[in-house]
């Protein structure tokens, strides 16, 4: 390891500001364009890798965040503005390097909360508290508070009591801003039964519903979730439609930046006979799609959201919606207007891929958690005879690297 002086040139994917060396490039957490930093250099796996010691010359866009702000906020120590003109450059260079395209990139829309934007959160627990698991080691980053997440759950985080949670080894909370509830799912390896301590402690502190997941090492709640007390799900507002949710469901939570994105998404659309929306989950950009046409089918895998987002649109009154239950490649014999999809971070696979340029649906709105995947899969969909329109990052995670992408391809 050694002492060195860096100018930082730029910052790249995940937030990390990039200089060069005599030595090569080297990638700096917690640095910001312009500024001189002293780092500590280390190789790491193959890479040069500098650990922040002190910033000598700050940018002008550099701020204090809140005291207790998460190591997850890894932009919190820059201005709310810089943050949307970086994440609009994460996605410009991204388009330009990885899909080879020069489509007008335009202006990050902003969440209209800067803090307390998060209607969800997961956690892990030790014996004296609550916490974020530390990247790469067995070490909790312990919190009293989170400053991202809403108020109804900040407010259990004051009260909560981590010894009288035990034997769960993490905990997930959905909160709506809908209706003020709380649901809290406990995540853990012991039978159900053997949490009913941690269900009345959570029952004291005013919670709407609990429910246990096995912590299986396949992912997140792959095994499924059991109710142990009170409601299963809550009601949260995204855009136009109120829509279940629970606390282990994946559902947006930054609902008023997601509500944003999904009417915008609906007008790119536009109207006709038949939308898909694929990788729909339980409909919720669905919904938005049914105002402008006659048809609306979602299809998704998962059987759990496929049963809330049937219950969703029987409550709802919505009478041109359907779901399917399959694998996103199942596209063979729809003749669609538009097709939406929002995939995983890991973006489209191959077999997907095909189904849609097989498909040639004159509209595709693809909505993306990733640039790097995103701008993949862009690129060969231009190749398809596509082209891309419309480009557009959303932020739905204030203080942090994360960015959506809207995007609207036509044949």
């Known amino acids: 390891m050694s002492l060195a002086r860096v100018r930082i040139e730029k910052l790249v994917s995940g937030g990390l500001g990039l200089a060069r060396t005599e030595s090569g490039v080297v990638l ?14 280390k190789k790491k796996r193959g890479a040069l890798e500098g650990s922040l010691v002190r910033v000598i010359q700050p940018s ?16 919190a120590h820059a201005t709310y503005a810089a943050q949307l003109e970086f994440k609009r450059g994460f996605v410009t260079e991204a388009l330009e390097r990885i899909a080879k395209l020069e489509t007008e990139v335009l202006p990050t829309v902003p969440s209209s909360l800067e803090w307390r934007y998060r209607s969800g959160a997961q956690y892990a627990l030790s014996p004296v508290g ?10 909790i980053w312990l919190l009293r508070d989170d400053p991202l997440v809403h108020e109804n759950i900040a407010g259990g985080l004051e009260s909560i009591r981590a010894d009288r949670l ?21 995540i853990g390896k012991e039978e159900p ?3 009913k ?13 609990v429910s246990y997941a096995f912590a299986s090492l396949e992912g997140r709640f792959r095994a499924g979730t059991e109710t142990l007390w009170g409601a299963e799900s809550i009601l949260e507002q995204y855009g136009d439609f109120s829509v279940s949710v629970t606390a282990s469901s994946f559902a947006q939570v930054n609902p008023l930046a997601a509500s944003q994105l999904y009417l915008e998404a609906a007008r790119l659309a536009g109207s006709g006979n038949l939308a898909i929306d694929l990788y729909g989950g339980s409909g919720t950009l669905g919904l938005h799609l049914t105002k402008n046409f006659k048809q609306v089918q979602v299809i998704e895998i998962n059987p759990e959201a496929v049963a809330r987002g049937i ?38 696979s191959k077999d997907v891929l095909d189904a ?14 990733d640039p790097a995947t995103w701008a993949r899969d862009v690129g060969k969909l231009s190749k398809g005879g596509y082209k891309l329109s419309h480009v557009q990052p959303h932020d739905f995670y204030p203080q942090t690297s994360h960015v959506e992408v809207l995007s609207r391809l036509e044949l």
């Open 356 to 369: 849609l340029l097989l498909a040639r649906a004159p509209r595709l709105v693809y909505v993306s958690c």
């Open 311 to 348: 219950s969703d649109a029987s409550r709802l009154g919505v009478k041109n919606l359907t779901f399917k239950r399959g694998d996103a490649s199942r596209l063979e014999g729809i003749f669609a207007d538009c097709i939406a999809l929002d995939p995983p971070r890991a973006g489209l």
């Open 166 to 186: 035990e034997p769960s080894l993490e905990i997930a909370f959905r909160s709506s801003f809908l209706t003020g509830e709380v649901l809290v799912c406990l």
């Open 60 to 75: 002008e866009t550099r701020e204090k965040p809140p005291r207790g702000t998460p190591p997850t906020a890894d932009l």
């Open 130 to 139: 609550l916490g974020y698991r530390i990247p790469m080691s067995h070490r």
């Open 28 to 41: 700096v957490a917690g640095s910001l364009p312009t500024e001189l930093v002293e780092v500590e250099l």
């Open 197 to 209: 301590k941690a269900v009345h402690h959570l029952k004291d502190l005013g919670v709407t519903g």
């Open 193 to 195: 039964h053997r949490y």
